[in-house]
């Protein structure tokens, strides 16, 4: 078969245009940092970075609901433990109340710090997440003192859940209804107890300060049952975001193989064909190329 100057011209052209679509992939995968740019570069190996990319992202949305949670439970945990040093300012007043030689005037300065530290815990009770209270679920508020003085728990029993790894889901928030003691019988609750407690310090009664203390045990054990809660639901949950880490560097390593460049080899790639590019540019110049007469016969 004779090769006609018009065949090896659109021959070489070919070559040239081959070669610098090469170059150009090559060049466009060094920039991007990736082997896979488009589905056609390999498509199962593209299908597989995809499918990994979801797993990541489901990885970062549990640890971001972890922060969540853990931002939950530490509020929780810094004012029930502001809760506790409280109560225990006020079991000291209720020891200094139950004597018989203070004077009146004592026994009103020690009702009037009661008072103060019962406002003090009200307000801890009635910490904000956000919108919502912190110990009254998905309500705006925890507690409330009605007109004659006594307290109730306004909250309800929503639970904050967040699910911080595959297959977790803890609830974030502490409910105030069984820490404070709301789900006991009126009167029992902590606010009514360091009432009670003022009160009978101002009269020196005994005999209720003694029933009162009793009372205020019960709802200072409640008070760090809860902060138990909270601690033992936060290591949970911090033990969940340490193996949804690892599991996350796991995947993005596994997807870094298929999808990334190696950039040693592909810079090698990239010389090996500028070279060939180069050459065929040369053996293309000392063709005999055809004129545009020839080649349009």
Sequence with gaps: MRV???????????ALG????????LQAKLGSGYRINNLSDDPVGAATALHYRSLEADAAAYSGSADDAKAWLGLADTQL???????????????????DSLSPHARQAIGAELGSLRAELADLANTSQGSQALFGG???????????????????DGKVTRRVGAGVTIYANISGRAAFGFDQPAGKDLLSVVDAIAAHA????????????ADLLQRTNGVLG???TAGTTTNRVEAAQARGKQYADQITAERSQIEDVDLAQAILQLNSAQTGYQAALGAVAKANMPSLAQFLR
């Design 138 to 156: 998905f309500a705006k508020t925890a507690v409330t003192r009605a007109a004659d003085g006594t307290w109730s728990y306004t909250g309800d």
């Design 202 to 213: 101002l009269t020196g009664d005994k005999a209720g300060l003694a029933v009162d203390q």
């Design 81 to 99: 433990g502001s809760m506790t040093t409280a109560l225990g300012k006020v079991r000291e007043l209720a020891v200094q109340a139950n004597n």
């Design 18 to 25: 081959t070669g610098l679509s090469r170059i150009q992939d």
């Design 4 to 14: 006609t100057s018009q065949s090896t011209y659109i021959a070489m052209t070919t």
């Design 226 to 228: 809860a902060r138990g």
